[in-house]
Protein backbone atom coordinates (compact mmCIF):
# COMPACT_ATOMS: atom_id res chain seq x y z
CA UNK A 1 0.00 0.00 0.00
CA UNK A 2 1.59 3.18 -0.85
CA UNK A 3 -1.10 5.41 -0.37
CA UNK A 4 -1.80 8.20 1.73
CA UNK A 5 -5.74 8.70 2.19
CA UNK A 6 -7.53 11.80 2.72
CA UNK A 7 -11.26 12.44 4.05
CA UNK A 8 -12.99 14.13 3.39
CA UNK A 9 -12.20 15.44 -0.09
CA UNK A 10 -14.40 18.23 0.13
CA UNK A 11 -15.80 20.15 3.19
CA UNK A 12 -17.95 23.43 3.07
CA UNK A 13 -18.28 25.19 6.51
CA UNK A 14 -19.18 28.20 7.83
CA UNK A 15 -16.65 30.55 9.72
CA UNK A 16 -18.65 28.98 12.95
CA UNK A 17 -18.19 25.56 13.33
CA UNK A 18 -15.64 23.03 14.12
CA UNK A 19 -14.68 20.70 11.66
CA UNK A 20 -11.67 17.72 11.29
CA UNK A 21 -9.39 16.44 8.25
CA UNK A 22 -8.45 12.93 8.09
CA UNK A 23 -5.08 11.61 7.09
CA UNK A 24 -4.16 7.99 6.88
CA UNK A 25 -1.40 6.13 5.93
CA UNK A 26 0.47 2.70 6.31
CA UNK A 27 3.43 2.62 4.48
CA UNK A 28 5.25 2.33 8.15
CA UNK A 29 6.26 6.19 7.40
CA UNK A 30 7.41 7.99 10.80
CA UNK A 31 7.24 11.50 9.14
CA UNK A 32 4.07 13.52 8.52
CA UNK A 33 2.74 16.40 7.63
CA UNK A 34 0.50 19.03 6.52
CA UNK A 35 0.38 21.74 3.24
CA UNK A 36 -1.87 24.29 2.77
CA UNK A 37 -1.96 24.98 -0.92
CA UNK A 38 -3.99 28.03 -2.72
CA UNK A 39 -5.19 28.67 -6.36
CA UNK A 40 -2.24 28.59 -8.40
CA UNK A 41 0.01 28.48 -5.89
CA UNK A 42 2.72 25.85 -4.37
CA UNK A 43 2.25 23.76 -1.58
CA UNK A 44 3.47 25.89 1.78
CA UNK A 45 4.32 24.04 4.89
CA UNK A 46 2.16 24.08 7.83
CA UNK A 47 3.09 21.48 10.34
CA UNK A 48 4.82 18.01 10.88
CA UNK A 49 5.35 15.61 12.88
CA UNK A 50 7.85 13.21 13.59
CA UNK A 51 7.25 9.42 15.79
CA UNK A 52 4.14 11.35 16.47
CA UNK A 53 5.74 14.65 18.08
CA UNK A 54 5.07 18.19 16.67
CA UNK A 55 8.51 18.53 15.07
CA UNK A 56 7.44 21.83 13.22
CA UNK A 57 4.74 24.58 13.56
CA UNK A 58 5.09 27.11 10.16
CA UNK A 59 3.76 29.91 12.89
CA UNK A 60 0.17 28.63 11.92
CA UNK A 61 -3.10 30.23 13.45
CA UNK A 62 -3.80 28.54 16.65
CA UNK A 63 -7.65 27.95 14.45
CA UNK A 64 -6.05 25.00 12.93
CA UNK A 65 -4.90 22.23 15.38
CA UNK A 66 -3.00 19.34 14.43
CA UNK A 67 -2.96 16.18 16.08
CA UNK A 68 -1.07 12.46 15.74
CA UNK A 69 -2.88 9.97 17.44
CA UNK A 70 -0.77 7.06 15.96
CA UNK A 71 2.38 6.66 13.44
CA UNK A 72 -0.61 6.45 10.61
CA UNK A 73 -3.11 8.93 11.38
CA UNK A 74 -3.01 12.66 10.99
CA UNK A 75 -5.59 14.36 11.64
CA UNK A 76 -6.15 18.56 11.29
CA UNK A 77 -8.59 19.98 13.45
CA UNK A 78 -10.17 23.26 12.44
CA UNK A 79 -12.21 26.07 14.36
CA UNK A 80 -13.65 29.32 13.53
CA UNK A 81 -11.47 29.90 10.58
CA UNK A 82 -11.87 32.74 7.94
CA UNK A 83 -12.96 32.97 4.09
CA UNK A 84 -8.89 33.49 3.57
CA UNK A 85 -8.42 29.93 4.82
CA UNK A 86 -10.19 28.12 2.00
CA UNK A 87 -7.43 26.30 0.26
CA UNK A 88 -5.88 22.80 -0.80
CA UNK A 89 -4.79 20.73 2.78
CA UNK A 90 -2.52 18.13 1.46
CA UNK A 91 -1.00 15.65 3.82
CA UNK A 92 2.48 13.67 3.26
CA UNK A 93 4.39 11.51 4.65
CA UNK A 94 7.56 10.36 4.75
CA UNK A 95 9.69 7.54 5.37
CA UNK A 96 12.87 8.75 7.47
CA UNK A 97 12.16 11.37 10.01
CA UNK A 98 14.47 14.34 9.57
CA UNK A 99 17.35 12.84 7.77
CA UNK A 100 16.96 15.66 4.55
CA UNK A 101 16.27 14.60 1.38
CA UNK A 102 12.49 13.04 2.42
CA UNK A 103 10.59 11.61 -0.61
CA UNK A 104 6.90 13.18 0.17
CA UNK A 105 4.01 10.86 -0.32
CA UNK A 106 1.27 12.75 -0.73
CA UNK A 107 -2.36 12.53 -0.43
CA UNK A 108 -4.80 13.73 -2.96
CA UNK A 109 -6.48 16.45 -1.00
CA UNK A 110 -9.00 18.37 0.95
CA UNK A 111 -10.59 20.68 -0.62
CA UNK A 112 -12.22 23.09 1.74
CA UNK A 113 -14.43 26.36 1.47
CA UNK A 114 -15.11 28.82 4.26
CA UNK A 115 -18.39 30.81 3.80
CA UNK B 1 17.75 30.93 2.91
CA UNK B 2 17.68 28.42 0.42
CA UNK B 3 15.25 29.84 -2.71
CA UNK B 4 13.79 28.00 -5.94
CA UNK B 5 12.81 29.48 -8.72
CA UNK B 6 10.47 28.53 -11.89
CA UNK B 7 10.81 31.42 -14.88
CA UNK B 8 8.15 29.76 -16.62
CA UNK B 9 4.57 30.32 -15.06
CA UNK B 10 3.09 28.49 -18.23
CA UNK B 11 4.72 26.36 -21.15
CA UNK B 12 2.64 24.91 -24.14
CA UNK B 13 4.18 21.79 -26.17
CA UNK B 14 2.30 19.66 -29.46
CA UNK B 15 2.08 16.27 -28.14
CA UNK B 16 4.89 14.25 -29.39
CA UNK B 17 7.44 17.49 -28.82
CA UNK B 18 10.03 17.55 -26.85
CA UNK B 19 9.71 19.53 -23.60
CA UNK B 20 12.05 20.94 -20.98
CA UNK B 21 11.20 22.81 -17.87
CA UNK B 22 13.04 24.95 -15.91
CA UNK B 23 14.62 24.89 -12.45
CA UNK B 24 17.30 27.20 -10.44
CA UNK B 25 18.04 27.53 -6.88
CA UNK B 26 20.10 29.26 -4.28
CA UNK B 27 21.89 27.85 -1.74
CA UNK B 28 25.14 27.69 -0.64
CA UNK B 29 25.81 23.37 -1.36
CA UNK B 30 24.34 20.89 -3.51
CA UNK B 31 21.05 21.18 -2.05
CA UNK B 32 18.20 17.65 -2.74
CA UNK B 33 16.29 18.79 -5.38
CA UNK B 34 13.30 17.46 -7.04
CA UNK B 35 10.46 17.65 -9.53
CA UNK B 36 6.81 17.28 -8.42
CA UNK B 37 3.90 16.86 -11.07
CA UNK B 38 -0.01 17.45 -9.94
CA UNK B 39 -2.74 17.16 -11.38
CA UNK B 40 -5.90 19.37 -11.18
CA UNK B 41 -7.59 18.78 -7.83
CA UNK B 42 -4.98 16.18 -7.01
CA UNK B 43 -1.99 15.60 -4.41
CA UNK B 44 1.78 15.82 -6.23
CA UNK B 45 3.60 12.95 -7.20
CA UNK B 46 7.44 12.66 -7.16
CA UNK B 47 8.83 12.46 -10.62
CA UNK B 48 12.78 11.94 -9.50
CA UNK B 49 15.06 13.02 -7.24
CA UNK B 50 18.58 14.50 -7.16
CA UNK B 51 21.77 14.39 -4.32
CA UNK B 52 24.82 13.33 -5.77
CA UNK B 53 26.45 10.86 -8.31
CA UNK B 54 25.57 10.89 -11.99
CA UNK B 55 24.35 14.19 -12.66
CA UNK B 56 21.75 12.93 -15.21
CA UNK B 57 18.95 11.86 -13.09
CA UNK B 58 15.76 9.59 -14.55
CA UNK B 59 12.45 9.45 -13.18
CA UNK B 60 9.01 7.78 -13.84
CA UNK B 61 7.08 8.43 -16.68
CA UNK B 62 9.89 8.79 -18.80
CA UNK B 63 11.18 11.77 -17.57
CA UNK B 64 15.28 12.97 -16.92
CA UNK B 65 16.56 15.95 -15.26
CA UNK B 66 20.28 17.12 -15.35
CA UNK B 67 21.81 18.54 -12.48
CA UNK B 68 24.09 21.57 -13.48
CA UNK B 69 26.10 22.74 -10.29
CA UNK B 70 27.44 26.10 -12.12
CA UNK B 71 24.19 27.30 -14.00
CA UNK B 72 22.47 26.14 -10.01
CA UNK B 73 20.12 24.67 -12.09
CA UNK B 74 17.92 21.15 -12.38
CA UNK B 75 16.04 21.33 -15.78
CA UNK B 76 13.48 18.56 -16.55
CA UNK B 77 13.15 17.00 -20.08
CA UNK B 78 11.03 14.55 -21.88
CA UNK B 79 11.90 13.55 -25.16
CA UNK B 80 8.34 13.12 -26.34
CA UNK B 81 5.23 14.66 -24.57
CA UNK B 82 1.77 12.44 -24.41
CA UNK B 83 -1.67 14.14 -23.91
CA UNK B 84 -1.79 12.81 -20.66
CA UNK B 85 1.41 14.92 -19.16
CA UNK B 86 -0.51 17.90 -19.52
CA UNK B 87 0.00 19.57 -15.42
CA UNK B 88 1.63 21.55 -12.90
CA UNK B 89 5.30 21.16 -12.17
CA UNK B 90 7.06 21.77 -9.29
CA UNK B 91 10.66 22.01 -8.79
CA UNK B 92 11.74 21.35 -4.85
CA UNK B 93 14.55 21.68 -2.96
CA UNK B 94 15.75 20.48 0.38
CA UNK B 95 18.71 21.58 2.71
CA UNK B 96 18.01 18.72 5.38
CA UNK B 97 15.50 18.10 7.88
CA UNK B 98 12.23 18.52 7.08
CA UNK B 99 11.33 21.32 5.15
CA UNK B 100 11.00 20.95 1.08
CA UNK B 101 10.80 24.45 -0.53
CA UNK B 102 8.71 24.33 -3.77
CA UNK B 103 8.94 26.60 -6.69
CA UNK B 104 6.16 28.50 -7.89
CA UNK B 105 4.97 25.82 -10.82
CA UNK B 106 5.19 25.67 -14.08
CA UNK B 107 1.88 24.79 -16.02
CA UNK B 108 2.00 22.10 -18.97
CA UNK B 109 -0.38 22.52 -21.79
CA UNK B 110 -0.12 19.78 -24.51
CA UNK B 111 -2.18 20.42 -27.61
CA UNK B 112 -3.28 17.95 -30.20
Known amino acids: DTEVTQTPKHLVMGMTNKKSLKCEQH?????MYWYKQKAKKPPELMFV???????INESVPSRFSPECPNSSLLNLHLHALQPEDSALYLC??????????????FGSGTQLSVL | AQSVTQPDIHITVSEGASLELRCNYS??????LFWYVQSPGQGLQLLLK??????LVQGIKGFEAEFKRSQSSFNLRKPSVHWSDAAEYFC??????????FGAGTRLFVKA
Open chain 1, 92 to 105: ASSQEAGGGGEKLF
Open chain 1, 49 to 55: YSYEKLS
Open chain 2, 92 to 101: AVNTGGFKTI
Open chain 2, 27 to 32: YGATPY
Open chain 1, 27 to 31: MGHRA
Open chain 2, 50 to 55: YFSGDT
